[in-house]
């Protein structure tokens, strides 16, 4: 056997993980190449040739930036109210006893184990059954919903892990139960908090298949795209997509630059 | 797995590099067939580096493992004949006592072993729990799965990390006396990692005691004890008083070394400093071989003694003993063990006494040492 | 990067009080957390199951109205016309499913064993994709799987078309608008639900356990069987129920890289609901979805038996 053979079968796993790792990521490539193609027509599948107008022109499409504003207020109300009600739910179940836990959880897990589809058809029965508007607000309520069950898993296992007796050891040293709450509980769950917000958000944002059925006639920004994988697709939204992109891993490397220098200071 | 060829491992050489780190110094080491043998140290000194190169978990960067006549150096952990108790035991979570145990029999393609899981099971005493899960036992129970697992494959070598690091004491002294039984039952070689200097000194026939990646001292527990030949070992094992001293006469088969005002005899024979005279060395002596004496009745002490004069610091009762820290004009913070046979009163703090004791007891160590190398605080710095 | 190992285990664990039962000071707090929060749950979660479950036994039409009629022979209609979308669902769902498997296992012990430094920024590399819209994403293989683009003319060289085309997979030389590039997007898309969970769990495995298995005997393979796959399982069970139970429901890529005859089930109820305005069908199909997969997902973890690890 030739030593690149061996080398290969030796190294077989991490060769097969890049490879998925490659399959991942081309799709980003693709959509990031694609934002600066001029392309002949409605559709933004082939390549034509090297342009930079949709970046100059962000808004350029009719709607677009719209929806694009939409969502994210969408994305911010949500996060809110299912990373409040998604706290407290998970403080309850880590911290204290109560009858129907079982229940409970049955409640918090089943919609993490439905498919969206069928959540969002039930949903849109209730909403024509009670007469509802179909809007931003059947959006919202839709959201907080569906965002609420990962918020509290994400909290309820940082707050399990938490050590009971730090929050005896703040009581004993003279702080109230609120101070106790503010002071120690609250800094250390919210690294898990955080967590659940984060996922919250990029859930409520990226949402398609509840929003399309709950939405009536307004536009989020998948919603937008969905309709111009029928109408025509702009370069402007591989704009949308390459930005978001960036400004995620941006944000992520910083953050984990000034998690490591903390950690050097400290 | 079985040969009849002699079963000593041999290390010729054996040193292990982390990028500039050097955890192993080149060494050699001859582990006697049969032997239960320790390589004693602090957290960060080798020992577990140089056990995982013999378990085949780690290659060397320079060097060769032998086991008997076999060089088992390129060999992987899977071919080679030795097996480990891994700290904190690795047991497999997901198997039960009896699969685990069985473990190494099944792979090496052994369909019936029940017969022999029952014999290990009867040997560390777990008959009623081989259907057990691993975190169903006790921390005492689980170190015997562990010992069994391995000792099932009849290694030529089998390795321990640190094996009690994770029980009580009272728990360490029982699987002490429990593994020099098991080993005096099967007659395998067992190297021992450890960082306990008593674990070492009543478990080990062997020791040897290392230090930032080289073997300071080999050698049976008392001859270490007795006859330290670095500071770092005077100090690791038990404790030493060691005093800085000038060569006054070396021509005799006993040094007289001079420190302060005090003439004291040192045999040649156990010092393991190159000597002449008007040369500096470290004279020791453990705490254990001094007798105290209150400094009125000096005359009582029988002539060719080594004597220091000194006033009491301390004094803590102990029990069988009573310790004394003595400030002297050589060494302040004389440490000296008194047996409580007869207790003299008048030995409180501020006491001006004499310390005596048999020449013959000194050892001398070279003085461009640290002197204290191998200090409990020197060593948790 | 809590995001990233925090992914939801799906299968539930086995749930534990709180190690230590706090003194009933307060003892109504627990419920006044709860409230709003359940609430919630009820009435926007399980409430509209109860709607959905009494649309789907009523009659009518738009202009007269619905009325509860107990006509369960829509349950008999729906399936009798649309079993091929069911089956197709399950199948695409299903193969995605081991696809993402194969293909996720070994990244995610690369991520957990291997990487070494590296190990962050392929955890980036995995989640940030998720912040450029799926959607956008899905588009992207329009491009990739383009008829005549090097994908496409690759595969043909290989005569690896050939082979899917003889397992029905694709047809002639386009692999767009065939099955097999619905479950090439399903696989694409749900692929980081399969690994996160398969990563979390890797990463808990002492890697001593691995070194054990060696010492006794075990050749990597071996150990890797005996050893890592056992003690991975239940992020192999999360991994393959957060990845088959929303490609089985999915319609996103079936319309945008399939044709009509790659329709799932999740096209028929979406289209049933907000195009053909048949409530009952619609309400029926959706209720015998959710029916299914609870059934498989009870019957897997029950065989997949993770309460019985650890």
């Known amino acids: 056997m030739s030593a690149f053979m061996r080398w290969v079968r030796r190294n077989l796993v991490v060769l097969a993980g890049l490879l998925t790792l490659g399959f991942l990521i081309l799709p980003n490539v693709i959509v990031m190449v694609f934002s600066f193609n001029n392309p002949k027509g409605k559709f933004n599948y082939a390549w034509q040739e090297f342009s930079t107008d949709a970046w100059t022109d962000p808004c350029g499409v009719a709607d677009m930036c719209g929806s694009l504003s939409l969502s994210l207020q969408i994305a911010l109300w949500s996060t809110i109210g299912a990373t409040v009600l998604g706290t407290m739910i998970a403080f309850a179940l880590a911290r204290y006893r109560f009858r129907a836990r079982g229940a409970v959880n049955s409640l918090i897990f089943l919609p993490m184990a439905m498919p969206e589809v069928v959540m969002a058809a039930s949903l849109l029965t209730l909403f024509l059954n009670m007469g509802a508007q179909l809007g931003f607000w059947t959006i919202l309520i839709a959201h907080i919903m569906f965002c609420l069950s990962f918020v509290v898993t994400a909290v309820k296992a940082r707050v399990m892990s938490m050590d009971p007796r730090l929050e005896e050891a703040a009581r004993d040293l003279y702080a109230g139960p609120v101070q106790t709450f503010i002071r120690v509980t609250l800094p250390i769950a919210a690294p898990g908090i955080a967590a659940g917000a984060l996922l919250a958000f990029a859930l409520s944002f990226d949402d398609f298949i509840i929003t399309n059925f709950n939405a009536g006639s307004t536009v989020t920004f998948p919603m937008f795209v969905w309709g111009s994988a029928q109408r025509g697709t702009p370069v402007q939204i591989n704009v949308i997509g390459t930005a978001m992109f960036a400004v995620a891993v941006i944000c992520v490397l910083a953050g984990i630059l000034v998690g490591n220098r903390r950690k050097k200071h400290a | ?381 | 990067m809590t995001t990233a190992t925090d992914a939801p285990p799906l299968a539930p664990a086995p749930e534990q009080p709180p190690a230590k039962p706090r003194k009933p000071r307060g003892r109504f707090t627990p419920y006044w957390l709860l409230l709003p929060g359940l609430l919630w749950l009820v009435v926007f979660f399980a409430l509209p199951m109860l709607y959905q479950a009494s649309t789907s036994v009523q009659t009518g039409s738009l202009e007269t109205g619905y009325k509860v009629t107990w006509h369960f022979q829509t349950y008999l209609d729906a399936l009798g016309e649309y079993w091929p979308q069911f089956l197709r669902s399950v199948l695409y769902a299903g193969i995605a499913t081991v696809l993402c498997l194969l293909l996720g296992y070994p990244l995610a012990y690369l991520i957990a064993f291997k990487a070494g430094r590296w190990r962050n920024l392929i955890l980036i590399l995995v989640i940030a994709p998720f912040f450029t819209s799926f959607l956008i994403r899905t588009l992207a293989w329009k491009t990739i799987l383009a008829d005549g683009g090097w994908v496409v003319s690759t595969l043909d060289t290989l005569r690896l078309l050939d082979v899917t085309s003889w397992l029905g997979l694709t047809e002639g030389d386009r692999v767009l608008a065939t099955p097999l590039a619905v479950v090439c997007g399903l696989t694409y898309n749900f692929l980081p639900f399969m690994i996160l969970p398969l990563y979390t769990s890797l990463e808990r495995i002492d890697g001593r356990l691995h070194e054990a298995a060696g010492d006794l005997y075990a050749r990597p393979f071996t150990a890797f069987r005996k050893v890592t796959f056992p003690l991975s399982l239940p992020g192999v069970v999360s991994g393959t129920l957060l990845t088959f139970i929303p490609a089985s429901g999915d319609y996103v890529n079936a319309q945008l890289l399939g044709s009509t005859s790659e329709k799932m089930v999740g096209n028929v109820i979406q289209s049933q609901f907000l195009t053909v305005l048949d409530y009952p069908t619609a309400a029926a199909l959706s209720f015998i979805l959710m029916a299914a997969i609870l059934l498989m997902v009870t019957f897997y973890i029950r065989r997949a038996g993770t309460e019985d690890l650890v």
């Open chain 2, 1 to 381: 797995m079985t040969d009849t060829t002699r079963g000593d491992v041999r290390l010729s050489g054996i040193s292990k590099k982390y990028g500039s780190f050097q955890a192993v110094h080149p060494l050699d080491l001859t582990i006697p067939e049969g032997s239960f043998f320790a390589l004693l140290g602090a957290s960060g000194c080798g020992k577990t580096t140089t056990l995982r190169m013999i378990a085949g978990l780690e290659d060397p960067t320079t060097g060769t493992v032998r086991l008997g006549d076999q060089d088992v150096t390129a060999l992987p952990p899977y071919k080679r004949p030795v097996n480990t108790v891994f700290q904190s035991y690795a047991l497999f979570p997901h198997l039960d006592i009896t699969e685990n145990i069985a473990f190494g029999l099944r792979r090496r393609g052994i369909k019936s072993v029940k017969k022999q899981v029952d014999d290990m099971l009867e040997l560390v005493q777990l008959g009623d729990h081989a259907r057990k899960k691993p975190h169903q036992l006790s921390g005492g129970q689980q170190q015997r799965v562990a010992v069994a697992r391995a000792l099932i494959n009849h290694p030529k070598v089998l390795l321990l990390d640190e094996p009690l690091g994770a029980l009580d004491l009272k728990l360490r002294r029982q699987m002490q006396l429990e593994l020099k039984r098991i080993q005096t039952e099967v007659g395998i070689t067992f190297v021992h990692v450890t960082h306990d200097q008593e674990e070492a000194m009543t478990m080990a026939d062997q020791v040897a005691v290392m230090n930032a990646g080289r073997v300071e001292q080999l050698g049976s527990p008392a001859e270490l004890y007795e006859n330290p030949q670095t500071t770092f070992v005077a100090n690791f094992l038990g404790t030493s008083n060691l005093i800085t001293a000038e060569v006054a006469d070396s021509s005799g088969d006993s040094l007289v070394v001079k420190a302060g005002d005090a003439k004291l005899s040192l045999p040649a024979a156990r010092t393991s400093a190159e000597t002449r005279t008007g040369g500096k060395v470290l004279l020791g002596i453990r705490p254990e071989k001094i007798s105290l004496v209150h400094a009125d009745e000096a005359g009582t002490i029988a002539a060719g003694r080594n004597r220091i004069t000194g006033r009491i610091a301390q004094s803590s009762f102990i029990g069988v003993s009573t310790q004394y820290v003595i400030d002297t004009p050589v060494c302040d913070a004389f440490e000296v063990y008194v047996q409580n046979i007869e207790r003299d009163g008048r030995l409180t703090p501020g006491t001006e006494v004499v310390l005596h004791w048999n020449p013959e007891h000194s050892f001398g160590l070279d003085a461009a040492q640290d002197i204290d190398a191998g200090t409990e605080e020197e060593v948790t710095a």
